[in-house]
């Protein structure tokens, strides 16, 4: 109970919350459309942003950032992992993404969380 307050579950959003994968995102729209003005595409979907640059395919995208990530760990946001085993003490605890899952899989083993 927090602040008088019950729940069900605890959630944690994966990008931007447990890790920083935002430096990730940027070398991939780079390495395949060269640079872009971050409010152009800031916030958006794979798709979105693929559709908004030409020559660039959301699937291509994605791999790229995939393999990115495969390449060398991203960086945990400071207390992510201790915060998710405290409130797994605690009662459920799930992470929720937008990534797929192989994304999901590999950071959840590289913070300890499985």
Do not use: C
Request: glycine share 8%.
């Amino acid at each position: 109970m927090v602040l008088g307050l019950s729940y069900a579950a605890t959630l944690f959003d994966m990008d931007g919350t447990l890790i920083d994968s935002e430096s990730y995102t940027w070398r991939a729209i780079e390495a395949l459309a060269g640079p872009v003005a971050r409010f152009e595409v800031e916030g958006m979907t794979w798709a979105s942003i693929a559709a908004r640059l030409p020559g660039v395919e959301g699937p291509r995208l994605h791999a790229e950032f995939q393999r990115l990530l495969e390449a060398e760990p991203p960086l945990e946001i400071r207390g992510a992992a201790r915060a998710v085993h405290r409130a797994a003490r605690r009662g459920k605890v799930a992470i929720v993404t937008s990534s797929n899952r192989p994304s999901l899989t590999l950071t959840v083993e590289r913070l300890g969380l499985a």
